[in-house]
């Protein structure tokens, strides 16, 4: 199965913005790259969706270079209740139904 | 509306043992997905479900894992026998019709096998 990566961990503080990268080098030609969160004995929350160069929502924007290995996620200013694992999400190799998660980033927001 | 749903919360029995787990996702959704999420890992996706046909189920140890969705609406995720390895978080996602689509996880089920 493709491998995806993300950084272990990453530390921020109020106000700042984050960005947390995922490699995926196997994406399939029409797959989709997901974000989302996770809280303490919570399921995966929806953040943000692409396909190609950049969307925004209210809450991040998502950049995807043109070769679409890889995705970053970016937080604008961040909150103590930020405080989370993001993972990455993309279909993998010839089948747009094999979804896998990355290996997810902790992010810690300090005051 | 109503989120995902899922049942038991948690669960604790001895390796060999059965256990089954519930699902119930969201009105409409026609996607259905187990995962499990070992403590520390991203979640694992065992099978998907497209109503109540099987889209992939690439990563599920048949040998002990099984699921349903009777009637593309309620699903159910057996193990039997259980061994320690498969202590894990066990969440249940549903999207309205495609992997394309945001997926709605449940809050899962804590399984422990001692």
């Known amino acids: 199965l493709a491998k995806t990566t993300q950084p272990i961990s990453m530390d921020s503080y109020e106000g700042q913005e984050v960005n947390i990268t995922c490699s995926h080098n196997?994406?399939?030609?029409?797959?989709?790259i997901t974000w989302y969160q996770q809280f303490p004995s919570q399921g995966p929350r929806f953040i943000i969706q692409g396909y190609k160069t950049k969307v925004t929502n209210e809450v991040a924007s998502l950049f995807i270079p043109a070769d679409r290995k890889s995705s970053t996620l970016s937080l604008p200013r961040v909150s103590l209740s930020d405080t989370a694992v993001y993972y990455c999400?993309?279909?993998?190799?010839?089948?747009?139904?094999?979804?896998?998660f990355g290996s997810g980033t902790r992010l810690l927001v300090r005051p | 509306e109503a989120g995902v749903a899922q049942s038991p919360r948690y669960k604790i029995i001895e390796k060999r043992q059965s256990v089954a787990f519930w699902c119930n996702p969201i009105s409409g959704h026609a996607t259905l997905y187990w995962y499990q999420q070992i403590l520390g890992q991203g979640p694992k996706l065992l099978i998907q479900f497209q109503n109540n046909g099987v889209v992939d189920d690439s990563q599920l140890p048949k040998d002990r894992f099984s699921a349903e969705r009777l009637k593309g609406v309620d699903s159910t995720l057996k193990i039997q026998p259980a061994k320690l390895e498969d202590s894990a978080v066990y969440l249940c996602?549903?999207?309205?019709?495609?992997?394309?689509?945001?997926?709605?996880f449940g809050p899962g089920t804590r399984l422990t096998v001692l």
């Open positions: 999400l993309v279909g993998e190799g010839d089948s747009s139904y094999k979804l896998i």
């Open positions: 196997n994406i399939a030609t029409n797959d989709y």
């Open positions: 996602a549903s999207s309205l019709d495609s992997p394309y689509n945001e997926q709605f």
